[in-house]
């Protein structure tokens, strides 16, 4: 009996730690976050009013929300992310796609080692490797000096500081949360459809239409939703390398924080960017959750 | 241009990977409405013929012939020839009756008579309830009947089958066997299969070809591969058989005589037109044809041996039993267990003779 009973705390123990943990560390950030975006500035500390005033009677303001929307500026950084993220997500499909249907397409003892160049740079911080790109774009850097020493141009390029380092440098980041999931789906397929669908009369690229693409679909879903759920709220990218047309939500949310200290509306762009992304990862958990019933 | 013998020809056909020989050269005819079976070990290059039939391989030399079209070099997609493979390869993202409409979409065929010759080939191969089905929602046999009628519903001018029942258990291998044969019978098409089964090649097919290492060692009927095998390897490879090796002594009209290693006794066989005194050869002896006695038999144109009986299987319908000869020898025999007693006739360590007639015996000059 004694020993039944143990073994029921210790299930509920284990059942409830990853709650416990998505409590402490999602929920009630989120909670916290939720009621400073319903504060108003002041410049103490915190700089936020609290949610009760000295009465103990209740004082939120919706003031940082109504702002968002009277600037236009929110709105056009908002859609200019969701641009940029879903530019940079289709650029990413569309070198990734290849790239990942090669790798599985080749022999198994070359496969790995492909693998591990396209896991490699996540040996280097991520800041250090778009540094780096930052070394390369200069207008003096490694790009610039080479073309003008070839003579193919007589003034610097300007590449940094515009939308094409962006696009440049979230393509780089996240290609390579592209390539895996596409490789998983595309590397279980069996060949032999391939070949069925030829023998039933189809050419090579009606059988990619009809047979491949089908059926690396989850790869695809899960392939874009992991690159465009980070890119849209992507803040060092944008910040190192974008100028000032490549406004992204990240950088201004980072703005609002750090330089005008306005923490409640800096909340309140927090609290629509993850409304925003809701609607992606719902249907990245309903995608996964039908692949591991599939597997099943 | 083809020479016309055979619907499908096969002419000097090679594949070389690398350095490695798949196919060496090969010579077929295959005629039409014939269930042909390919029969050979893993690697024996097989599949590999199969799969330049089907046009997934280009032959290295040589062509290849259907219905006097040389096919060589078409891509699969555009050869008369549909292929059911060992996987089934049914596209998991199709209904049943997608999977087998595809092929016939891709040919463009109007609607109305996809339709229609799906619901017939869904009846002939007994489907009918299952046409919305996922492909896995279904067992493994009605897989294996979804890549037939896939394959069927083209009207192929030779269907291809891969290994068909090897993913099967052995009652519906033995049930579905028929029906293949009933299928290939109603419609006419001409099979050709490829089979590491020699029980399954036997009844499948009307003519077998036995490959080893890329050649083909025997082209015959069932029956001429089993009780007339050319070579040692054939004999061998085809159910179980005793082997002699020995010399020829003597040829005296339709009886030679062989002076074997293994015994002292002459072995007595059926000559050959071809065989000579001092032919080194090799007496085979399938285990049915031997009988069992505890008395020396009478025939002179028998060869009987003394031996001991070592080990005994009993099977039900037959037994098994392993005969020492004096020599160490051990000889294969199998007896059909004809009447019913609770007796054993023979027991181990038995002293007994075996004896076969002069025209069970294969000659084996290779």
């Known amino acids: 009996m004694m020993s039944k009973q143990a073994d029921r705390f210790w299930r509920r123990v284990i059942v409830a730690a990853p709650y416990v943990w998505l409590f402490v560390f999602f929920l009630v950030p989120f909670a916290i976050i939720f009621k400073i975006s319903l504060a108003d500035p002041q410049i103490a500390q915190p700089p936020f009013t609290p949610t009760f005033d000295e009465s103990g009677s209740l004082s939120i303001t919706f003031d940082s929300f109504l702002f968002l929307l009277s600037d236009k500026l929110y709105i056009v950084t908002y859609l200019k992310s969701l641009l940029m993220a879903s530019v940079a997500t289709v650029l990413c499909l569309l070198l990734g796609f290849p790239m990942a249907y090669g790798i599985a397409r080749s022999a198994t003892r070359v496969r790995n080692l492909l693998l591990l160049l396209i896991i490699l740079p996540f040996w280097i911080s991520f800041l250090l490797r778009v540094y780096a790109w930052m070394g390369l774009l200069n207008n003096y850097g490694v790009i610039n000096n080479t073309l003008m020493w070839l003579g193919a141009i007589e003034q610097p390029l300007q590449l940094i500081y515009t939308d094409f380092a962006v696009y440049l440098g979230l393509v780089y980041s996240y290609l390579p949360f592209m390539i895996l999931p596409l490789y998983a789906s595309l590397e279980r397929m069996d060949l032999d459809l391939i070949d069925a669908a030829q023998d039933l009369g189809a050419t090579p690229s009606q059988a990619f239409w009809n047979i491949t693409l089908p059926l690396a679909k989850p790869g695809v879903i899960a392939g874009c939703l992991l690159v465009f759920i980070p890119t849209i709220g992507e803040y060092v990218v944008p910040y190192l390398l974008g100028g000032p047309e490549s406004l992204m939500i990240g950088r201004v949310l980072f703005d609002e924080f750090f330089v005008n200290r306005d923490w409640p509306l800096a909340s309140s762009v927090a609290m629509v960017l993850l409304t925003l992304l809701v609607v992606p990862i719902v249907f990245l958990q309903r995608n996964q959750a039908r692949q591991n019933e599939a597997a099943a | ?366």
Not at chain 2, 75 to 97: C, D, G, K, L
Request: proline share 4%; with cysteine.
């Open chain 2, 1 to 366: 241009m083809a020479d016309g013998t055979g619907f499908i020809q096969i002419r000097g056909v090679s594949k070389h990977f690398g350095d490695f020989v798949a196919v060496d050269s090969v010579d077929l005819d295959i005629q039409r409405g014939e269930l042909f079976s390919i029969l050979g070990g893993s690697g024996c290059g097989k599949t590999t013929l199969l799969r330049m039939m089907a046009g997934f391989e280009t032959p290295t030399s040589g062509q290849i012939f259907i219905d006097d079209v040389d096919v060589s070099h078409q891509p699969p997609y555009q050869r008369p020839v549909n292929m059911m493979f060992q996987s089934y390869a049914i596209f998991p993202h199709m209904t049943v009756e997608k999977n087998i409409a595809y092929g016939l979409r891709k040919e463009n065929v109007a609607r109305l008579e996809i339709e229609s010759r799906v619901h017939a080939i869904l009846q002939l191969v007994q489907l009918d309830d299952f046409a919305q089905r996922m492909p896995d929602q279904l067992s493994g046999g009605q897989r294996q009947r979804v890549a037939l009628a896939r394959a069927l519903v083209k009207q192929p001018k030779v269907l291809l089958l891969d290994e068909p029942l090897a993913a099967l258990d052995k009652k519906l291998r033995e049930q579905t066997q028929f029906e293949l044969m009933n299928i290939q019978d109603k419609l006419g098409i001409t099979f050709i299969v490829v089979t590491h089964d020699q029980e399954e090649a036997m009844i499948l097919s009307s003519r077998i070809a036995v490959m080893d290492r890329g050649r083909f060692r025997q082209i015959g009927t069932p029956k001429e591969v089993y009780e007339y095998p050319v070579s040692r390897f054939v004999a061998d490879f085809i159910g179980t058989i005793n082997l002699f090796d020995g010399v020829v002594e003597t040829v005296d009209g339709r009886i030679a005589t062989v002076k074997a290693e293994d015994t002292d006794v002459p072995l007595n066989c059926e000559a050959d037109a071809r065989l000579c005194p001092g032919d080194k050869v090799c007496v085979a002896v399938r285990p049915e044809k031997i009988f069992i006695s505890k008395n020396a038999p009478d025939d002179p144109d028998d060869t009987a041996l003394k031996g001991v009986v070592e080990d005994l299987g009993y099977f039900g319908n037959l037994s098994l039993y392993r005969i020492r000869l004096p020599g160490g020898k051990m000889i294969q025999v199998s007896a059909q267990n004809r009447h019913r007693s609770a007796e054993r006739s023979l027991d181990w360590d038995d002293d007994i003779y075996i004896s076969w007639r002069a025209r069970s015996a294969a000659l084996l000059l290779e």
